[in-house]
């Protein structure tokens, strides 16, 4: 293969991945509209008060669990990410239990591992 298909190759795989993470935020962020009471309204509320983006926080999940906590307090945000999770869980067909013991930022690290791990075995 030349150098040049290398890299063509390389941006094909480069542009599934970032599809690929993409897909897995708009997921997450699904899971938080779904998880939260009144999903729209708090995360709106994030976006407009702090720094909060809804397209990057499966990049800063603790950035969003922060300012989660700030808004909710830790005991009910702690209620809430794990709703959640375990919403994100189903939408990406894992099994909780992979990441229960994580902390919310960590879980999302590792769901979207298991999701990407999943594309790659999928194409």
Do not use: H
């Amino acid at each position: 293969m030349s150098e040049k298909q290398t890299n063509q190759k390389k941006k094909l795989g480069d542009a599934s991945l970032n599809e690929a993470k993409k897909k897995f935020n708009e997921l997450l962020v699904e899971s938080i509209l779904e998880g939260l009471d009144f999903g729209e309204v708090v995360l709106r509320f994030l976006e407009l008060k702090s720094q909060v983006k809804r397209d990057s926080i499966a990049e800063k999940p603790e950035l969003f669990v922060e300012k989660l906590e700030d808004l909710l307090g830790v005991w009910m945000a702690d209620i809430f990410e794990e709703r959640i999770l375990r919403i994100l869980c189903g939408k990406l067909g894992i099994e909780y239990s992979v990441i229960d013991a994580l902390t919310f930022s960590n879980a999302v690290k590792k769901s979207l591992k298991e999701y990407l791990k999943t594309c790659q075995n999928g194409t």
